[in-house]
């Protein structure tokens, strides 16, 4: 599924997941060749839309330095 990734400088990171993390959880994602963000699971949300058959979640993550 979709996943948007909020809560880092970068702005949005659109990926595709087979799983969800769980809030408290820390999840690493590379984004570029060089570049990666690391945080914690703050917040998950649902953005469901039936009629255009739509699904979207979203991550909000606090990174980890």
Request: glycine share 10%; proline share 3%; net charge negative.
């Amino acid at each position: 599924m979709r996943v948007d990734i909020h809560g880092v400088q970068q702005g949005t990171i659109e990926v595709e997941l087979m799983l969800l993390p769980r809030i408290g959880e820390t999840i690493r994602v590379m984004y570029g060749a060089d570049a990666e963000v690391t945080g914690e699971v703050i917040g998950l949300e649902h953005y469901i839309n039936q009629h255009a058959n739509d699904h979207t979640v979203i991550l909000t993550i606090r990174p980890i330095i």
